[in-house]
């Protein structure tokens, strides 16, 4: 029998338990692609951003999924102007992170649902997901979905000397 996931805005009292996911989500791209190095001393502005991110509706979508009394997942969307393009507004998934033992049991695709919901109130009729190329976990799940490859961002790190 599949867990009853209950989703729910994100609240500032959820902050703390939704950044542990997020650095998970971090942590696990940086096993993939070195580029995302995670910031251990990060954490108090990671909280500041997250909190301010609660309060914003009007900019983000952030929903948290519960089961079993616990977290399960968390999204976050930014909703942009595209000044130059149709559609004019986009919700691009900036984080989305199911919890292990919540894979494979449609937690992620309710997230992305009631994002999907989101946008149609809003008249928004473009998603787009924000991922290191190299997280292969990610890349499968949003192709499952239906979703392709619009942009590439290139990077190349340099050292100090």
Same mark, same amino acid.
């Given at each position: 029998m599949e867990d009853k996931v209950e989703l729910g805005k994100l609240e500032e /009292?959820?902050?703390?338990?939704v950044l542990d996911l997020v650095m998970r989500l971090k942590k696990l791209n940086q096993e993939f692609d070195s580029t995302f190095e995670v910031n251990e001393e990060s954490r108090e502005d990671a909280l500041k951003l997250l909190k301010g991110i609660a309060k914003?509706?009007?900019c983000y979508f952030a929903q948290v999924a519960r089961s079993?009394? /616990?977290i399960a997942g968390i999204i976050v969307a930014e909703?942009?102007?595209?000044?130059f393009y149709t559609p004019t507004i986009e919700a691009r998934i900036l984080e989305i992170y199911i919890m292990p033992e919540f894979r494979r049991s449609s937690v992620g695709q309710t997230l992305v649902d009631s994002l999907y919901a989101e946008c149609r109130k809003r008249n928004i009729e473009l998603v787009t997901a924000e991922f290191p190329s190299l997280n292969i976990i990610a890349l499968n799940f949003y192709k499952k979905m239906g979703y392709r490859e619009i942009v590439s961002v290139y990077?190349?790190?340099i050292r100090k000397q």
């Open positions: /009292k959820d902050v703390e338990k914003d509706s009007e079993r009394g /616990k909703f942009r102007n595209r000044v990077g190349k790190q």
